[in-house]
T-cell receptor, first 114, second 115 residues
Framework: EADIYQTPRYLVIGTGKKITLECSQT?????MYWYQQDPGMELHLIHY???????EKGDLSSESTVSRIRTEHFPLTLESARPSHTSQYLC?????????????FGEGSRLTVL | AQTVTQSQPEMSVQEAETVTLSCTYD???????LFWYKQPPSRQMILVIR??????QNATENRFSVNFQKAAKSFSLKISDSQLGDTAMYFC????????????FGTGTRLKVLA
């Protein structure tokens, strides 16, 4: 069973607010990812990290930022939320030293910006 | 650049029947992994089955099996004895075993199992 946790699961906020979506994993994985997914639609990679102090932007441009100060923690921040940010955000992780290549997902954070 | 294509946006199947979801991919590399992921409504994405490209034998996991055709770059998922709990979005995914470690996902197939 995957040990990757996202909080909050659901968040409704007003325009202009700053929000941070938390993602933590207890598997010691070095690689972590954030995907944006509208309900029932495809996944878009917005950020990824290959280890501590390593972050990269993904294929979909996003106004969010991420940090990776600790191996287990990969938070995503929106400085000023807008209705266009309404979506589901999925965090995932994997171990580059593993033999399976499996990507483990959190349960997602569903964000609604009014 | 690698791509993954799922040409069936939606499918339905009767309970206890068999259904096959299609996936094709494009790469010039020789070593990679292929995956099928399942995302039930409002629930966590989980791995269904994986295939290493160097293995000719098709992977199987209980009722789930794949038809891996490396030359044709095809990776279809067969679900036998479909159950109501199989209702979900299914994503085909690809990753090279070396390099950027960026997963490439298809656009998904929404499968509905009918009672």
């Amino acid at each position: 069973e995957a040990d990757i946790y996202q909080t909050p699961r659901y968040l409704v906020i007003g325009t202009g607010k700053k929000i941070t979506l938390e993602c933590s994993q207890t598997m010691g994985h070095d690689k972590m990812y954030w995907y944006q997914q509208d309900p029932g639609m495809e996944l878009h990679l917005i950020h990824y990290s290959y280890g501590v102090n390593s972050t990269e932007k993904g294929d979909l441009s996003s106004e969010s930022t991420v940090s990776r100060i600790r191996t287990e923690h990969f938070p995503l921040t929106l400085e000023s939320a807008r209705p266009s940010h309404t979506s589901q955000y999925l965090c995932a992780s994997t171990a580059s030293s593993g033999i399976t290549g499996e990507l483990f997902f959190g349960e997602g954070s569903r964000l609604t910006v009014l | 650049a690698q791509t993954v294509t799922q040409s069936q946006p939606e499918m339905s199947v009767q309970e206890a029947e068999t259904v096959t979801l299609s996936c094709t991919y494009d790469t010039s590399e020789n070593n990679y992994y292929l995956f099928w992921y399942k995302q039930p409504p409002s629930r966590q994405m989980i791995l269904v089955i994986r295939q290493e490209a160097y293995k000719q034998q098709n992977a199987t996991e209980n009722r789930f099996s794949v038809n891996f055709q490396k030359a044709a770059k095809s990776f279809s998922l067969k679900i036998s004895d479909s159950q109501l709990g199989d209702t979900a979005m299914y994503f085909c995914a690809f990753i090279l075993t070396s390099g950027t470690y960026k997963y490439i996902f298809g656009t998904g197939t929404r499968l509905k199992v009918l009672a």
